[in-house]
């Protein structure tokens, strides 16, 4: 996997560059999900970052308690009747006390969950490799095409140092 | 001065590629009270739990009172940092690592309290409940399971909470890193890239998790009061336990906090960003705590008082003016009597002052733990049963020991994981300060509208 990019020191040059490339992919024929975008930290209020925004992962942790909360009390109550233990007459499967353990599973469930959920979402764990670059530590964002096709590189460029970029290079995955 | 983004990621990488002496020698000293701990235990394990002074019927002592002590401690970090990442508070951004690390560090070490207290630790996983050969099975009414629950939810979810926006940062070492380092941190940092659909996922997980840890950590100090408030035992058998145990653990949480990261700062060298402003606005949270706490002793004193039941009377008056009175008082002055000054005067709220007022209170918090376990369980309710309990070595061994493993723990944390986190301090340079902003119009004409107050710098 390559890639060529610019580096921007600011996150409207960024969007500038991103739109560029996006008006340009059909015409330099190239997919608009080869754009790739790489910061050190999350910028807000960007379209470019913004066009990810997406509910599920809460949805997802609501079901991962749901799970959580069917688990515990079927841990409870089903192993309770399988093990009865002596209880003076008093309730075998006591609403009470295996609430507490109910609410620890479903709270269990929503974090397991969500963790799932964000690896999944995220793409991770990704071995195979990433492009990044030294500069994006020191605050700037890589805004490039991933695999672009040979031809059309002088007009990336172009595009990448017309909107903006204080460096344009060209990287393989590490 | 605002530093740059080059100079943050300079500044917080430093402490994992150079430590000084001074680290060194902590490192040393920690290890030291380890090793005494694990040939303590050795000797304990050979020997038999007899070398505890542990007796007839005071069953539980240090060893309890180390475990609820370092499950308060917990609460310093993910409960803090989960309340000040919900409100968007942007001081919290030097703070939060160091308090989430702190709950981990802290959850392991009292979880490991109760194994060493079972005599037989190799036997450990009957807790767990499975079908097995013996037919048995732990009982859910029991607060003891509630606690196995309580604690492994609170570790998984204190964990995820620290390890999410630290896998950023473990990008950073990577990036930053070469030959085995850079192998490592690769693999921590999961092939993390900075896409913006993952820093979109990393903040709804963050979230999420802030949402779901608050009643968690409230949840598990609760259950482990109930250890105590669920038996007919003379001044546990109370309702004010659960809220009583839940303001002590963040008191003794916040103190711990301070505490650590007044010693970081000098250790990693990071004055420039753990300032007196965050040692300021934990010292006040912490004044809070204290007069709450004081609140909470004096009802729960008052209610056995005005009650005048015999054998929680004779409890009390042990506490007040006998056996106990001078670890009582010195726990009112620990707790109440040093820090209500230092932390109501602005000028004494300094980080000196903060430090020394958290010191105090970490060890009056962990006298007070002794004084619910110890005074209870020496006069029931029969007084023919009474009995005493001293210490000995081993268990003194043992509590010194957990000290030096959890400043052993995070000082090797501090090694191998930046204890501020890179990514949002920078966040923190953005022009808007880090607050969200909403885009109005359409992508090509970004109209910015923030939402929050802007930073002073800005507003200038």
Redesign the interface.
């Known amino acids: 996997m390559k890639a060529l990019y610019g580096l921007y020191a600011d996150p409207?040059a960024a969007?500038r560059a991103v739109?560029s490339l996006r008006a340009a992919s059909s015409e330099l024929k190239f997919d608009a999900r080869q754009i790739?975008?790489?910061?050190?930290?999350?910028?807000?209020?960007?379209?470019?970052?913004?066009?990810?925004?997406t509910a599920s992962?809460?949805r997802w942790?609501v079901l991962g308690a749901v799970v959580g909360g069917t688990v515990g009390y079927l841990?409870?109550t089903l192993?309770?009747k399988?093990?009865p233990?002596p209880t003076g007459g008093m309730s075998l499967t006591?609403a009470w006390?295996?609430g507490?353990?109910v609410?620890?599973?479903i709270?269990?469930g929503?974090?397991?969950t969500?963790?799932v959920?964000?690896?999944i979402?995220?793409?991770?764990?990704?071995?195979?490799?990433?492009?990044?670059d030294?500069e994006?530590?020191?605050?700037k964002i890589l805004v490039g095409v991933v695999d672009p096709p040979e031809n059309s590189q002088p007009e990336l460029e172009r595009r990448l140092r017309q909107a903006g970029a204080s460096q344009v290079k060209q990287s393989s995955a590490s | 001065m605002q530093r740059t983004a080059e100079q943050i990621e300079h500044d917080l990488l430093r402490p994992l590629f150079h430590s000084s002496g001074k680290y060194w020698i902590a490192v040393a000293l920690a290890g030291s009270l380890l090793l005494a701990g694990v040939a303590a235990f050795g000797y304990q394990l050979y020997t038999g739990i007899g070398v505890w002074g542990i007796n007839s019927p005071v069953f539980w002592a240090f060893d309890i009172t180390n475990f609820v002590f370092w499950i308060g401690i917990s609460h310093a970090g993910t409960l803090i940092s989960a309340i000040l990442r919900l409100t968007n508070a942007t001081w919290r951004r030097p703070v939060t690592r160091c308090a989430e690390a702190i709950t981990v560090f802290s959850i392991l070490i009292g979880g490991i309290i109760p194994l060493c207290h079972i005599g037989r630790p190799w036997l450990a996983f009957w807790m767990i409940p499975y079908p097995s050969e013996r037919h048995i099975w732990p009982s859910f009414r029991s607060p003891l399971a509630w606690d196995f629950f309580a604690i492994s939810t609170y570790l998984t979810g204190s964990t995820t909470f620290l390890y999410l926006p630290t896998i950023p940062d473990f990008a950073a070492v990577r990036d930053a890193a070469t030959g085995l380092r850079k192998k490592i941190y690769r693999v921590l940092a999961l092939g993390w890239q900075g896409t913006p659909r993952q820093w979109q996922r990393l903040e709804i997980a963050m979230h999420i998790m802030a949402v779901v840890i608050i009643p968690v950590a409230v949840s598990v100090h609760t259950i482990v009061s109930w250890d105590f408030s669920m038996t007919l035992v003379p001044m546990w058998h109370s309702s004010i336990f659960g809220p009583y145990f839940v303001a002590g653990a963040i008191f003794s949480g916040i103190a711990a906090l301070i505490l650590t990261m007044a010693l970081l700062r000098k250790l990693l060298q990071l004055e420039e960003y753990l300032r007196p402003i965050h040692f300021e606005n934990l010292g006040k949270l912490l004044l809070t705590m204290s007069l709450l706490w004081f609140y909470f002793t004096f009802a729960e004193r008052l209610t056995a008082w005005y009650g005048n039941s015999p054998p929680e009377m004779a409890v009390f008056w042990e506490s007040i003016r006998k056996q106990f009175a001078p670890l009582f008082w010195t726990m009112v002055f620990c707790n109440f009597i040093i820090p209500v000054p230092i932390l109501a005067i602005k000028r004494l709220r300094t980080i000196t002052g903060t430090a020394i007022a958290s010191f105090t209170v970490v060890v009056g918090m962990w006298l007070e733990r002794f004084l619910i376990v110890v005074p209870s369980l020496e006069h029931k309710f029969l007084p023919y049963s009474w009995g005493t309990y001293r210490p000995t070595w081993v268990e003194d061994t043992l509590m010194a020991s957990s000290f030096g493993f959890m400043a052993l723990l995070y000082l090797l944390f501090s090694k191998f994981v930046p204890m501020i986190s890179i990514w949002e301090m920078k966040v923190g340079l953005q022009p808007h300060g880090g607050f969200p902003v909403v885009v109005t119009g359409d992508s090509k004409h970004h109209g910015l509208v923030l939402e929050g107050p802007l930073p002073r710098d800005v507003a200038e």
Do not use: C
């Not at chain 1, 790739?36 to 925004?53: A, C, K, M, N, R």
């Not at chain 1, 994006?136 to 605050?139: K, R, S, V, W």
């Open positions: 409207e969007q739109d790739l975008i790489v910061s050190g930290e999350p910028h807000e209020g960007y379209e470019f970052t913004d066009s990810h925004t992962p809460y942790a841990l409870t192993s309770q399988s093990y233990l006591p006390t295996n507490i353990i609410y620890e599973m709270m269990l929503a974090i397991l969500t963790l959920v964000l690896l979402g995220a793409g991770l764990p990704n071995f195979k490799g990433v492009i990044t030294p994006i530590g020191t605050g």
